[in-house]
């Protein structure tokens, strides 16, 4: 079993700052993916950023030249340093694990932490 714990979450004023991290504590695979989602408020969840096994990453056109995802693989710890945060920024923030790339992106991947919540005021 794999346990995903986020952390980061604030509030902050647009064009403020943030990083999120996550670490995943536990039995990893020996390669996965880590991604983030969000789910802003009266809307599904959805896809944000994600680092491939490869390192190679992907974004949201939403985020992209915003947000960057990166991995410490010896820590098993993914961050999403957010720059330049806007009111539509504002959701909780998942972090989610799995073997499957493909999957991750569709949003199913096995293994998700509990949120952190990022508020950005105007």
């Known amino acids: 079993q794999v346990q995903l714990v986020e952390s980061g979450g604030a509030s902050v004023q647009a064009g403020g700052s943030l990083r999120l991290s996550c670490v995943a504590q536990?039995?990893?695979?020996?390669?996965?993916?880590m991604a983030w989602f969000r789910q802003r408020p009266g809307e599904e969840r959805e896809f944000v950023a994600i680092?491939?096994?490869?390192?190679?990453?992907a974004y949201a056109d939403s985020v992209n030249g915003r947000f960057t995802i990166s991995k410490e693989h010896d820590k098993s710890t993914a961050y999403l340093q957010m720059n330049n945060l806007k009111p539509e920024d504002t959701g909780m923030y998942y972090c989610?694990?799995?073997?499957?790339?493909?999957?991750?992106?569709?949003?199913?991947?096995?293994?998700w932490g509990q949120g952190t919540q990022v508020t950005v005021s105007s």
């Open positions: 989610a694990l799995d073997q499957s790339s493909t999957m991750t992106r569709k949003g199913y991947a096995t293994y």
């Open positions: 536990g039995n990893t695979y020996r390669t996965y993916v």
């Open positions: 680092v491939y096994t490869d390192d190679e990453t």
